[in-house]
């Protein structure tokens, strides 16, 4: 695919923030002005973490997921409970932000780096998760490709679709958005073949300028036949310096925009500000 | 301290939202008003991992510290990089949510559960970190009890300092408002003796109506001479079951509203909705 | 069971060796006059780790198990390869070494210290199971209930069973001797309910001088009607100091011994030497 | 190094024990007889590990270490204390087995097989630690260098010096025996330049038929000036396969073996039987 577009050097080379850029101050205000009532709509699936520990202190045999806990023996008489958590990152069962340290082609990450400039035994050195640490807040907009219902498995999501469900939501992606979209899959659970997105879907992400993408439709899986592979990963984080959420729960946000009829809102991001990681768990939020 | 006032079952016998319930619509769309140029600023520490792993693939010493991360083998030419992160949830060194099942008073957690009923070996029950999922978003004050400084070590701070400081900036602080106050210090770093909250305060914010506390003074370390120890976590997360910020950072915050002369945004928090723990890390944002 | 022996205070009020005291000089050079051939058989379970990361570099559902483990990411080209090991020490799935501190009966550890004297929230100071890191090796001795099967459900082992075993074999148990004892079971995988060790057992133990006992008939599971519950762990490793190999192998062992005709053997065990622990994974041998 | 001999093949191409292969009946034998008193060293350093979880409930630094653990939260009033472990395998703070597929040589591992097909994200296919979970027992010999001292800083260690050694203690070293070599420095703690084992010393190994390798003298750190980098691993592990100790401690050794005046002894080994890892925390037994 190489006559796809690319962000490499469009903001310097050694931008870590990609299409984050393309949120304006405009865009931003745009964003902000979306809050009136206040209320907010999470973003993120409840990940159910399970314990570090098994038996016999806890179930011998449990499903793995992305998160497991132990709590610490603080004490006798101790006041306060806590506890350890470990995660893994990248895992399907928790909502998180893909950096764009995550994704590599060709040897190298986004814009240009050597992935062994980028990567290191300990860590993230060029485009972690936490550059995002100080928030993103922009529009966000919610493309529902099926209200109410569920996209047959193995779909192939093109750009004519996103324009569709625009159209159909009678809203304008501009510039700076952060684009939903719903299929009505939730990845973490489903069985496949699921639906994804293809090449010319990413392609229409680059026409409108989306900062940030957090659907429910992801890469399809298995790979859907005649269509670029990864399309989501390879072009949309790689190439054009998109990043991702990826596992989000938007069940919520669809009833909340169609209860409203409004498919517009603030978004607002904000990781966990812990450095040098490919990943962050997240709870993006809608603010209506 | 038997006359301190408690919201143990002023929303129910059931209530796991404490404080949180006092904000509002009204609370609620006068934290949203608040958004105009859409500008975030993070309330949150930078917490930088160490590895998991020591030598020799890592140095072999180093400090402890909140967050533990292992860079994944990923397979040879692998195009993705990925990583495991283990977090010791109420460390200082990681910006964190205490939940309210974090706090044991006279062996119950708010509002009077049992606490071998609210937390078991592989998780907590009642008062989840995670029952604020959906996201908290209010007005946010910030009172700076030193404008440029720093409070002098094991300074005592009252509700009269608060009244000043809210003086100052000429605010007047609401019910359901979630309040940030700045003294200067990073608990984390910081040498004792800390200055600390006085039972004092935390009655102030009872009068007040705070929904949510988020300071880099907390409690006193060692306690105060003549004061009630631990006041902020006994009695305002035990006792008031305000949910608190542990360890924020408020430097950016405080030159922020310095510079635009606006005390006031709105304020919002979305902790990674993993559920069953008593604590989470978290990034709060003030949207200007 | 206040008239059933303890050996709290026999080898004085600090002692952490308990039982091992038994192996005197004499028992010892027994055990070492075991070993003719050299041919060593594994006591120990065979135990599979599963992926510390869950999906998606791995399945995403897998049973959890004693020991979790993560390839480490050692940089591109590197020479070698390594990994990061997370384990329960106690877990039923890896055979493993309970030390004294792992047990307290009425808030107190052998030989009568304080719970919150031998244990803190960072470790283990008195019993920890790292007090055998010298190795301890003496005469073992298999006494094996079924030969070639398997007890049935819910049996209660008594002394008489002890002793009709020994005769079978022909062998004589004598003080300080290892007593491994097999009665078909694989705790790990097993359904309940588990035969079990009653109390007639455990004094048995006693009466002869049993130093370390490794047996895969443990503690029934559910406790047996009008017998004492937990009797290994409670009157065996509580009250007379017998430090346990929880979670053994033994079917190797009793091939061996049926081959060989030959029921003694130099028991050697030697476990890794981590300071600190209640329990630690080991593996231990007979040589013949 | 082309011309240095190696044992790729020499046990056939799908052979996972490698130089262990040398102890014959007659080796193992020869070990046994070696145990005469029953009497126990250690050849393990003590590892003490450090808090998995940091502050509040632990220290907020502390020096990283090979082993990290955490105790369990047992449930209230609950009859034992447990915990979960953390371990580096090939830390140098613990005495710890190099399995056959921890090295890798031009991109394959013993005796040639691609490490994309020995080792995997989820753990090691060929050549893990635990392929010797039966336990090794073979004749061991000590051969102190400088006894009573501590080899000169960035010595180069020969096959010369072993074999002046061996004439010291008056003994041979024969085909299978395990190999312990005490140059007097504790790599976890020592400044650099270490000492170390060069080639000439590998290939002495080889022409004697070591099976195992235990030394306090490993790789020199820096390299040594014109002699082969890494030699012992690459060479001793690489291509002859012979496991290695890493990390033992010998001074106890040493003085029992100087106290009795023997220099032979019962090498006993048996790692925990955890499968599908490079590296194992072993205690390593010298019985007299």
């Not at 973490?49 to 610490?72: D, E, R, W, Y």
């Not at 994804?196 to 429910?216: E, F, L, N, P, R």
Request: some cysteine; aromatic content about 6%; proline content about 8%.
């Amino acid at each position: 695919m190489t006559d796809f577009p690319d962000n490499w050097g469009r903001w310097g080379d050694t931008d870590q923030l990609g299409a984050v850029n393309l949120i304006t101050d405009e865009a931003r205000a745009r964003g902000a002005a979306e809050a009136r009532t206040g209320w907010t709509v999470s973003l993120a699936r409840v990940t159910t973490p399970f314990p570090l520990t098994g038996g016999p202190m806890a179930q011998a045999t449990a499903p793995t997921t992305a998160v497991q806990t132990i709590m610490q023996f603080t004490g006798f008489g101790a006041p306060a409970m806590g506890e350890v958590m470990v995660m893994t990152t990248h895992h399907p069962e928790v909502t998180h932000l893909d950096g764009l340290g995550h994704w590599v082609e060709g040897g190298r990450v986004y814009p240009g780096v050597d992935v062994a400039d980028s990567s290191g035994p300990t860590g993230v050195r060029h485009g972690a998760a936490d550059v995002y640490g100080n928030g993103i807040l922009t529009r966000g907009v919610l493309l529902d490709l099926v209200p109410g219902g569920r996209l047959a498995p193995a779909t192939a999501v093109t750009g004519n679709d996103l324009d569709e469900a625009a159209a159909r939501a009678g809203i304008e992606v501009l510039p700076g958005d952060a684009l939903t979209v719903r299929g009505g899959w939730d990845r973490a659970t489903a069985e496949p073949p699921l639906p994804g997105m293809t090449a010319s879907a990413v392609q229409w992400m680059h026409d409108k300028g989306i900062s940030v993408y957090a659907g429910d439709v992801g890469d399809a899986m298995p790979p859907l036949p005649g269509e670029f592979p990864g399309a989501l990963h390879r072009l949309g984080l790689g190439k054009l310096a998109i990043p991702l959420i990826d596992a989000p729960a938007l069940e919520d946000l669809a009833a909340t925009c169609e209860r409203l009829d409004r498919w517009t809102f603030q978004f607002v991001l904000a990781a966990p500000r812990i450095a040098g990681t490919t990943g962050l768990p997240v709870n993006p939020l809608a603010v209506f």
